[in-house]
């Protein structure tokens, strides 16, 4: 099974209105987290990392935060707009030295923003 | 643009058949990575190169393989396709770190 799952398959939510998406992990060893978001036809694109020794990061709009004692990593988006639209994958991985395994995956959540 | 170029973009073929995908990685990364993405099973991590030497496999059936070229750009061949291979195939490169930087994907169809 996966060690990296997300909650919820799809959160609808008001344009304007912030946006919480959340993940699972199981792998205590996992040392890096990272959030990519998936547009309709194209590849992931990098949003946000954190690594294990903080727990929480912010970035433009978005803030990762994670929460090693139950295992949960939560990527919030302020202010949601209808680019945001997408599906967002958390990933985690052990090396956080390098790529060596690449990233393992959750299955994702779907984010639709309603106008 | 990420800078990581797959291709073709889509490829529709026949069960038994074999297949080749194609991604140049961003210029500077050394490592390409290939996932598969499908509807049930989300993004899988298939197999990993790094400088032209395979580094990691992940979930790679038997009937898939890879390899990378001097010039760091990597192959997925797919042979024996069943209905089940029809999905988004990523290539994603990277320079050491963990953050990957994908490619649009190539999307299979298996009939």
């Known amino acids: 099974g996966e060690s990296v799952g997300l909650h919820l398959p799809t959160l609808s939510v008001q344009e304007g209105d912030n946006s919480i998406i959340n993940c699972a992990y199981s792998?205590?060893?996992?040392?890096?987290f990272i959030w990519y978001k998936q547009e309709s036809g194209k590849g992931p694109q990098f949003i946000i990392d954190?690594?294990?020794?903080?727990d929480k990061r912010q970035g433009q709009r978005v803030t990762v935060l994670l929460n090693k004692t139950v295992k949960h990593l939560s990527l919030q988006i302020a202010a949601t707009q209808p680019g945001d639209s997408a599906v967002y994958f958390c990933a985690e991985n052990i090396h956080s030295g390098g790529g060596a395994d690449g990233l393992t995956f959750g299955k994702g959540t779907h984010l639709i923003i309603q106008p | 643009d990420s800078g990581v170029t797959q291709t073709p973009k889509h490829l529709i073929t026949a069960t038994g058949q074999r297949v080749t995908l194609r991604c140049s990685p961003r210029?500077?990364?050394?490592?390409v990575y290939w996932y598969q993405q499908s509807l049930d099973q989300g993004l899988q991590f298939l197999i990993q190169y790094y400088n032209g030497e395979e580094r990691a496999k992940g979930n790679i059936l038997e009937r898939f393989s890879a390899q990378q070229f001097p010039d760091l750009h990597s192959e997925l061949n797919l042979s024996s396709l069943e209905l089940g291979d029809s999905a988004l195939y990523f290539c994603?490169?990277?320079?050491?770190?963990?953050?990957?930087?994908f490619g649009a994907g190539s999307r299979l169809t298996v009939l």
């Open positions: 994603a490169s990277g320079s050491g770190a963990n953050v990957l930087t």
């Open positions: 954190i690594r294990s020794n903080m």
């Open positions: 210029s500077g990364d050394l490592s």
């Open positions: 792998n205590s060893a996992s040392d890096y």
